[in-house]
């Protein structure tokens, strides 16, 4: 069956869209701040004081669509939904096909930086024989991937998808693939499902399984790993039992009201960037709210808690005896959520890991926080397999 012609794309969020945006903004109902610490119980409630009246009167949305309107961008129909992607090309002599994949509460903008340094590394003083012509697809359900009413995915089918877009549409027999959070967890499944493809997969976060029943006779790194697993685990989860159990519920009020949304996302940003005390201090302000109002204009928050539900109801997208043997990449940076020890990757999911480097900075949203570095470390691994 002939594979459907991807269309040109740019991002053009209508004008009634932004102006409900700022009515909402201007009737914000502000809970109290409790009495602890800014961001100890959530959302800093003074920070999205200050956020919201600069989201709705100084905050540029037509700027920040023009930035990533300078991309190629694409749709295309496949596995039942319309998937948008960016697509640009490398400028060297033998460009290296590069999937690309974000996570959640990220999108498309985590990558606005990072596809010039991998694309054209000559115009950042780097080798033009390391470029990539890099796919930065909008998950399925995230952003423009989002259609009311669309089939639902999880990491499994996202990886599928990104397979036949890869291969079947764009004609990449091989490719290499790199990816953090959800994406992370994707480019691990296409490395398990279709080694065959694979050039190699660089990753930003581990898909290692969170189960303090794994480290039973743990080794001293290991013992380190399982006291943070153990506090993430207690802490830190709340919002994936919400989104992975009763996501429509929350959905509703995120989908409603701007505020609402700015803060759900705002204090992951705090929690999981490398800051001092300042979500700014890791990211500009206009990058986070970009990021947010992607989320605002097409209404896909609910649509992206989707593999949250499915990781929750669905097996492991690794199976327990299976191991990923393609060549792998690993780039820990410091305020990552967690650090799984290698011992731990190499023994229950990553069988051929090739390249292990500890960051010295970055946290979470490294492409967005630390472009440079992992731009380096994503060109030295791939470049002995080209």
């Known amino acids: 069956m002939p594979q459907a012609t991807p269309q040109p794309f740019r991002i053009h969020v209508p004008d009634e869209t932004l102006k409900d945006l700022r009515e909402r903004l201007a009737r914000v109902r502000w809970p109290e701040t409790p009495p602890q610490a ?45 998937l948008h992607y960016i697509h640009e090309e490398g400028k060297g002599p033998k460009p290296m096909p590069l999937l690309l994949s974000h996570g959640w509460p990220g999108s498309i903008v985590e990558f606005h930086k990072i596809i010039p340094m991998l694309t054209d590394p000559a115009r950042f003083g780097g080798d033009p024989a390391d470029s990539f012509t890099v796919i930065a697809p909008s998950l399925p359900g995230y952003a ?72 039973k006779n743990a080794s001293g790194e290991e013992k380190v790993f399982l006291d943070e697993l153990n506090h993430f685990l207690k802490e830190d989860t709340g919002y994936q039992w919400i989104q992975g159990t009763k996501p429509t519920t929350l959905s509703v009020g995120l989908t409603d009201s701007p505020a609402g949304l700015a803060a759900w996302i705002a204090e992951k940003f705090h929690k999981w960037t490398q800051n001092h005390g300042q979500i700014e201090d890791a990211v500009t302000r206009d990058e ?31 199976p327990d005896d299976a191991k990923i043997m393609v060549p792998t990449g690993y780039a820990e940076f410091p305020n990552e959520i967690i650090h799984p020890p290698r011992s731990l990757a190499e023994r229950t999911s990553y069988g051929n890991i090739q390249r292990w480097t500890k960051m010295p900075k ?25």
Do not use: C
């Not at 961001?39 to 989201?55: C, F, H, N």
């Not at 490294?366 to 080209?386: K, V």
């Open 38 to 82: 800014p961001w100890s119980t959530g959302a800093s409630i003074p920070y999205m004081q200050e956020l919201v009246p600069y989201w709705r009167d100084k905050f540029d949305w037509r700027a920040q669509e023009a930035t990533l309107n300078q991309f190629r961008q694409f749709m295309v129909p496949i596995s039942g939904i319309d």
């Open 144 to 215: 423009f991937s989002f259609k009311p009413g669309q089939p639902r995915f999880g990491i499994v089918e996202m990886a599928d998808t990104f397979a036949s877009l890869m291969t079947e549409v764009l004609g990449y027999k091989r490719f290499a693939a790199q990816g953090g959070d959800w994406g992370g967890f994707i480019t691990s499944r296409l490395g398990y499902a279709y080694a065959d493809r694979m050039i190699g997969i660089h990753l930003n976060l581990l898909a290692v399984r969170r189960d303090p029943a794994l480290l």
């Open 288 to 318: 986070l709210l970009t990021n947010i109002t992607l989320y605002w204009a097409t209404g896909a928050i609910g649509s992206s808690f989707w593999p949250y539900y499915a990781r929750m109801h669905t097996p492991w997208p690794i």
């Open 362 to 386: 970055g946290g979470h949203f490294a492409a967005l926080e630390q472009p440079e570095l992992l731009a380096n470390d994503i060109r030295a691994f791939f470049r002995p397999r080209r």
